[in-house]
């Protein structure tokens, strides 16, 4: 027996964000079977600690929470999840996009995921055939517990999904065809299935150009967006019922879905006033290029409806939009009748041949000087710059300035020419939105947006934001530096932590006594420019695929998830792949055991 206090960890000396928004102070936190059970002031007692960690000089905040990825797939194959862990993100939620892989068979889940998300198909159908052992949602989440998990998940379920697994995805994606009652009310079982094994919620789509991978049913938009209303009204008022959340993704060529799924998350209407709001986070809140004006319209909507009994909320990138793409693949020519119609040509022989095509070429020209109807991409090739391509006389230009050097060109003949040139070796990027500063801190204090659209683990080759948490604080310093601060960094954290993990209603995003112990040491020196830097890095298990990440680890010098350090100066440990160090979060619940009675009371938990 020892007369004095034992911890598995300290971390001494840092200055302490407990994602409350909270002033910060320096304080030294003692952690046992991963929780906090210490803040203090005064320095800990280290004997018998095998793991002191000196944070002198240096930021304590809790682990992030990224609110929207597609790591269904991967997490099946490497469930440490590498490229979002090193950068601090300790809980991360799947399932977005009415995509997920609970109930759809491999084939399915290949022809949901592969062409929206741009993952390669065949890799999807592998992984998923290659994991199944789980036949309904409670099943799904013992699998994932099964793994070495390296962050803490959580999950919507995918409206796809469970409309595809109860009329079959032939069925599910003819705008014709109606679920029949048993069908509506399978859907509905299979929501409360998932609601009562904690998923958060349900997410749902309506844009028209996500389109359908394979050969059945190759070019078809998602299942979710053939839902009527009496479809949705159901499964929404479950929701509803259960406190559980409505992720959506409104039709951006009908602005009029916008409104209505705004208008859904009132409180009051059919069934009175004393119906609960419906939670309600929609994609996104951006400040698009193509419409300048849109992101106050935005703002204004959240506002209005939140003051008349929603609880709305637009899902927010808070760093510039940049996408690469190789040749044509890039999701943004979906909205394009001519783009999609090159993008459903699967082989490449058929599709050049289709970009040799006057008439087609007619039609992308008309497609792309068209200036009118909603849209995300602004068409402007003389805004995408070609990064790489065997022909070293392009690079560092735009197509539009090579179509004006081959004679006057059209752009868009600039552009296809070059496609035919090179075929995927041409490499270029173009910022869709979220373009001027002033506007990114506007939408960073305003209380109708959450942090988050990361995309992570899609897209493999278009983007990359794995480390917006990081590249928001480094806005935050940067402006309190110059003497222009929008946010404290407290409120900043508060913003990446504490508010997303309480609206979900999960058990992750606070540092107090008594809290799971995942957080992340960062020094702020090196909020830097290796936040915006370009990197690749291969994919194991999609055969060596370079897709594109952040590379800035000596910004996040350590992080922890359940009191285990996983990562230490950019490597993980050895506990990585070999443990499970998170968990699934169930919304509403923990698993956590009570704090132990011999915890410091000390237990300072505010300066």
Same mark, same amino acid.
């Given at each position: ?117 741009? =993952? ?86 309506? $844009? ?16 979710? *967006? ?8 159901? $499964?929404?008022? =479950? ?29 009051? !209407? ?61 999701? =943004? ?39 009118? !109807? ?51 070796? =041409?490499?270029?990027? *173009? *910022? ?129 998830? !359940? !009191? ?8 993980? *440990? ?34």
């Amino acid at each position: 027996m020892t007369d004095f206090p034992t911890y598995d960890a300290i971390v001494r000396g840092g200055r302490w964000f407990d994602g409350t928004g909270a002033p910060s102070a320096v304080r030294h936190l003692g952690i046992r079977d991963g929780v906090v059970v210490a803040v203090s002031e005064e320095p800990l007692d280290e004997r018998g600690c095998p793991e002191v960690v000196d944070a002198a000089g240096r930021w304590v905040l809790p682990g992030m929470v990224d609110i929207h990825t597609h790591y269904d797939v991967e997490v099946l194959d490497d469930p440490h999840l590498p490229e979002s862990l090193r950068h601090g993100v300790t809980t991360i939620l799947i399932g977005s996009c009415s995509l997920s892989t609970v109930h759809v068979d491999p084939v399915d889940a290949g022809d949901l995921f592969g062409r929206v998300e741009a =993952i390669p198909r065949r890799h999807v159908i592998r992984s998923v055939d290659a994991a199944r052992t789980w036949s309904d949602a409670e099943g799904y989440v013992a699998a994932l517990e099964d793994r070495p998990l390296g962050p803490n998940l959580a999950a919507f379920i995918g409206h796809s999904d469970i409309r595809t697994a109860t009329m079959g995805l032939d069925r599910a994606t003819r705008p014709e065809v109606r679920p029949s009652r048993p069908e509506q009310a399978r859907m509905e079982r299979l929501l409360t299935e998932a609601l009562d094994a904690g998923f958060v919620g349900m997410s749902a789509q309506q $844009l028209l150009f996500d389109k359908l991978d394979g050969d059945t049913c190759r070019s078809r938009t998602l299942p979710s *967006t053939y839902a009527d209303r009496r479809e949705m009204r159901g $499964l929404r008022e =479950i929701l509803r019922r259960r406190g559980r959340a409505l992720q959506a993704g409104p039709d951006a060529s009908h602005p009029h879905t916008i409104l209505l799924q705004a208008l859904h998350s009132i409180g009051w !209407g059919r069934g009175g006033r004393g119906r609960p709001a419906l939670k309600t986070s929609l994609l996104s809140a951006a400040d698009i290029k193509a419409i300048p004006f849109i992101i106050h319209l935005m703002r204004g909507l959240s506002g209005a409806v939140n003051r008349a009994g929603a609880d709305f909320r637009w899902q927010h990138l808070p760093v510039p939009f940049e996408v690469y793409a190789d040749g044509i693949d890039l999701v =943004i020519f979906e909205e394009l009748g001519s783009g999609a119609a090159a993008l459903h040509l699967a082989e490449e022989v058929a599709r050049n041949e289709l970009l040799r095509d006057e008439d087609y070429r007619r039609r992308f020209r008309k497609d792309y000087d068209s200036k009118y !109807g909603p849209r995300v991409w602004h068409r402007d090739f003389f805004d995408a710059e070609i990064v790489a391509c065997p022909d070293e006389d392009v690079v560092g230009k735009s197509f539009g300035q090579v179509g004006v050097e081959r004679g006057g060109v059209h752009p868009v003949d600039a552009f296809l020419d070059l496609v035919l040139e090179h075929g995927t070796a =041409i490499r270029w990027r *173009t *910022t869709i939105s979220n373009h001027r500063p002033r506007v990114l801190r506007r939408m960073a204090q305003s209380p109708g947006v959450q942090m988050g659209f990361s995309d992570a683990g899609a897209h493999l080759r278009n983007m990359s934001f794995y480390n917006f948490g990081l590249r928001l604080l480094k806005h935050v310093r940067d402006a309190d530096r110059a003497g222009r601060p929008f946010l404290t960094v407290e409120q900043a954290v508060h913003r990446l932590t504490g508010e997303l993990a309480d609206w979900y209603d999960i058990d992750a995003g606070h540092l107090r006594v008594g809290d799971r112990a995942d957080l992340l040491v960062l020094d702020p020196a090196r909020l830097d420019d290796t936040l915006e830097a370009y990197a690749e890095a291969p994919v194991e298990q999609y055969d060596g695929l370079s897709r594109m990440v952040n590379r800035n680890d000596a910004t996040v010098p350590l992080v922890m998830v !359940g !009191g285990r350090v996983v990562y230490r100066e950019g490597a993980p *440990t050895d506990v990585v792949q070999r443990e499970r160090t998170g968990r699934f979060l169930r919304a509403g619940r923990t698993d956590r055991a009570p704090l132990p009675r011999t915890a410091e009371a000390g237990l300072l938990t505010s300066p």
